[in-house]
């Protein structure tokens, strides 16, 4: 905790924000001090995105006041928070995928040179030194779209800190990183801390958030239920507070694993750098794939689903040989696909819930071109009493969906369309604690009723604990299969970025 005789930097007073038939915020009060790295915790919907979104001048409060080194100030717009020296991170990235990484980074605030040109050069350099302090090994000529999910995250924050902001919020900024990537952040967000940076950070990983900061805020519907010193709290004691009750096993894990193999890969090869890929998945087996950003671990994944062109290899289900050259031929053949990012890959926010699911299998819900809105209705309704999926009504669109929600939306897409193999990846990433034991209570009904899961995930603690067999991979290839009761995180980081020992 920050000592009291040191101003607060930013003061959010009694912040009240109420949107049509949610109260978002609800009297908050968090003081912001330099030096400090202050961490935000709360299930999806608790309001810690909004109060960032209020801080950085992208909403406005209804109630309560903004203060800056005692005065009071109103933040009309994210220019004027910039101004302030107020530096965000947010979930949803705000990147332009047709620009390099330089670009980004430098984008609304280019260098230029003495005659008014542009400096690209200078851009370059400088994106390249903010990346190497990140320990982010990217090139800066590289275009956005081009880069991965976590690569794209580390891309946002270092634009962010290009700002040399006194303030910086981050949102959620290590989902998409691996252990790697994450050290390398918390070691830098350390150093701007010793710099009388302050930090407000939030992030569903309770062990990485209680090792960093040094005070604690959690929110519950919108209220401040606790702030205080996080070394005297356990994860919990936390978890209690955050979700109102105790969740006594974090990884419910089941072994529902048989001897019959589901799937088979025979020295599968990728247009996309998979290199001589060959495992076996069983019917109700978890198997794992571990290994750090740009290891390879999706574009195995992308192989198996007719995302990206096999250029040599077999694949067999139930041991019948499938060429899937499509993901239509995928689903076919029974294999489905929870992408990374499943805001821009999973889901159509334009819809509800219904069609969402449906669209994987419209056929079950067709009669001579024509779909059947009533059958459709009925089988959402049956997914959400089965998954317990929290809608509000079934106009709601999935858009307004939690994080939880929108992730059971996506696996009752291929529940629907009776898919036998189930890839996950990253499953949990930025959903909080307890629509992640939701989700494994999910994998755990999966295998029991014989489907197989793939589980893509860079939560070493996760991967080890619901997979049954953990596959490491290090450029493009599996170097070797364990099983997970074996594998500890410093084999897994170890196995997946160097030769083994």
């Known amino acids: 905790m920050a000592p009291e005789q040191i101003q607060p930097l930013w003061e959010l007073d009694n912040i009240t924000k109420i949107y049509p038939g949610v109260r978002a915020n609800d009297g908050v009060s968090i003081a912001l001090y330099p030096g400090e790295i202050h961490g935000l915790l709360g299930e999806n919907g608790s309001g810690k995105s909004t109060l960032i979104k209020i801080l950085s001048g992208v909403h406005q409060p209804d109630n309560g006041c903004i203060r800056y080194l005692g005065k009071e100030v109103r933040l009309e717009s994210p220019t004027a928070a910039r101004q302030k020296g107020v530096a965000t991170v947010f979930q949803e990235f705000s990147l332009v995928p047709t620009l390099t990484v330089a670009e980004n980074i430098f984008l609304g605030r280019p260098l230029s040179r003495a005659s008014g040109l542009l400096d690209w050069k200078r851009m370059r350099r400088e994106a390249a030194d903010i990346l190497s302090k990140l320990e982010i090994k990217i090139d800066p000529a590289r275009l956005v779209g081009d880069l991965s999910v976590a690569e794209q995250q580390l891309v946002e924050i270092a634009k962010s800190i290009q700002l040399d902001a006194k303030m910086l919020s981050l949102d959620e900024p290590t989902t998409a990183l691996g252990e790697q990537e994450i050290t390398a952040l918390h070691a830098l967000l350390r150093r701007m801390k010793s710099r009388g940076v302050a930090i407000l950070y939030i992030s569903h990983r309770l062990d990485e958030v209680v090792a960093l900061v040094d005070t604690l805020t959690i929110l519950k519907d919108g209220k401040v239920v606790s702030s205080r ?273």
Do not use: C
């Not at 507070?241 to 599968?268: C, F, S, T």
């Not at 192989?303 to 990206?308: E, I, Q, T, V, Y």
């Not at 499509?326 to 069609?355: H, V, Y």
């Open 229 to 501: 010193d996080p070394s005297s709290l356990q994860i919990n004691s936390i978890v209690r507070q955050m979700v109102g009750r105790d969740i006594k096993q974090h990884y419910p894990k089941e072994h529902n694993a048989n001897d019959k193999v589901l799937l088979e890969a025979r020295g599968l090869s990728s247009t996309a750098g998979v290199h001589d890929v060959s495992f076996q998945l069983r019917r109700g087996e978890v198997f794992g794939l571990g290994g750090v950003i740009g290891s390879g671990r999706t574009e195995i994944a992308r192989a198996l689903f007719g995302l990206d062109r096999l250029r040599a290899g077999e694949i067999f289900m139930n041991g019948k040989q499938i060429s899937p050259r499509s993901p239509r031929e995928a689903i076919n053949a029974g294999i489905a696909f929870l992408p990374e990012n499943r805001k821009a890959d999973g889901l159509f926010f334009n819809f509800t819930g219904a069609p969402n699911i449906s669209s994987a299998a419209l056929k079950r819900l067709s009669a001579f071109g024509l779909l059947h809105k009533r059958r459709e209705g009925q089988m959402f309704r049956d997914y959400v009493d089965d998954l317990q999926i929290a809608v509000s009504s079934a106009e709601q669109l999935v858009l307004y969906l939690s994080g939880g929600n929108q992730q059971k939306v996506v696996i009752a897409r291929w529940l629907f369309a009776n898919s036998t193999v189930l890839i996950l990846d990253e499953p949990t990433q930025g959903i909080d604690i307890a629509a992640k034991v939701a989700v494994y209570q999910l994998i755990n009904q999966l295998t029991a009723e014989g489907r197989a899961v793939i589980l893509i995930s860079s939560d070493h603690n996760e991967l080890i604990a619901m997979s049954d067999r953990i596959g490491i991979v290090r450029n493009g290839s599996i170097v070797e299969i364990r099983d997970a009761q074996t594998v500890d995180r410093t084999h897994l980081v170890r196995a997946s970025t160097r030769e083994l020992a």
